[in-house]
């Protein structure tokens, strides 16, 4: 990546360091930092304006512990394939790749059977999830809304990158799409959650006696998110 100066000079720290990184230049920077852009995996470097590639290789350098272990915490990407098992609303479903057939994505007892090409399937997929959620989430949020005499506006399903759910103070509910993947335990307790802030916008204990109520297992689902969530962002 290479970064231009105010001076005109131009160089490239990432062959000199040994691996790709973003650099950017900060015209408000007082200093050299780095941070994960945890989508592309790629380490960032903002700079001030004024910054030698000397003492940015060093800076670099010196930190390619912090660099290396931030990385490995990151899961790689994963794609929807051929044989592989997942878990869709708490049901374990086989990846069934079906190149001859018609009909995008369909259910077939415990196989979710796709057509198309090879390189169709992860979209594919990934686009039957999403249109199943919005079925799913609107019914399960609606079932629970109802137990505190609260109504939903609307549902939609999103591609965030850190966040599981939110509700709005218009009564609209935002779910990931990848909470999906989620055992059921985990689901029950995202639902619950979002559905309590319906009533209690903020985290009081009148909030979380609301989830309990909701949900009167949930502690197990917010712990496994807590613990395993990350997982579900492999799936880009």
């Known amino acids: 990546m290479k970064l231009t100066l105010l001076t005109g000079k131009t160089y490239d720290i990432s062959e000199a360091v040994g691996m790709d ?10 200093r050299l930092t780095l941070r994960i852009d945890s989508k592309t995996r790629t380490p960032v470097l903002s700079v ?20 290396v272990r931030s990385l490995s915490k990151i899961p790689e990407q994963k794609y929807f394939s051929d044989g592989e098992q ?8 086989t990846i069934c790749h079906c190149p001859h057939e018609r009909g995008g994505v369909w259910r077939k007892d415990n196989f979710l059977c796709v057509s198309g090409g090879a390189e ?8 039957y999830i999403k249109n199943l959620c919005r079925q799913k989430f609107l019914e399960l ?14 549902i939609s399903i ?19 799409w990848r909470i999906a993947l989620a055992p059921a335990e985990a689901i029950n307790y995202l639902i619950a959650h979002e559905v309590a802030h319906l009533e209690h916008p903020d985290h009081s204990k009148q909030f979380w006696d609301c989830v309990g109520l909701l949900n009167p297992d949930w502690k197990h689902g917010h712990d496994w998110l807590k613990k395993h969530g990350k997982t579900l962002y492999m799936y880009k």
């Not at 997942?86 to 479903?93: A, D, V």
């Not at 169709?120 to 686009?127: E, L, N, Q, S």
């Not at 999103?158 to 990931?176: E, F, H, P, Q, V």
Request: positive net charge; contains cysteine.
């Open 21 to 30: 990184i973003k650099v950017i230049q900060s015209p408000t920077a007082r």
């Open 48 to 67: 001030p304006r004024f910054c030698s590639r000397k003492h940015a290789i060093k800076f670099v350098e010196e930190n390619m512990d912090w660099i």
């Open 86 to 93: 997942i878990s869709l609303f708490g049901e374990i479903l």
């Open 120 to 127: 169709f399937i992860h979209r594919r997929i990934k686009d």
């Open 141 to 154: 949020s609606r079932v629970k809304a109802a137990q505190i005499n609260r109504h939903i506006h609307s």
């Open 158 to 176: 999103k591609d965030t990158k850190s966040r599981w759910g939110s509700c709005s103070s218009l009564n609209n509910i935002n779910y990931n």
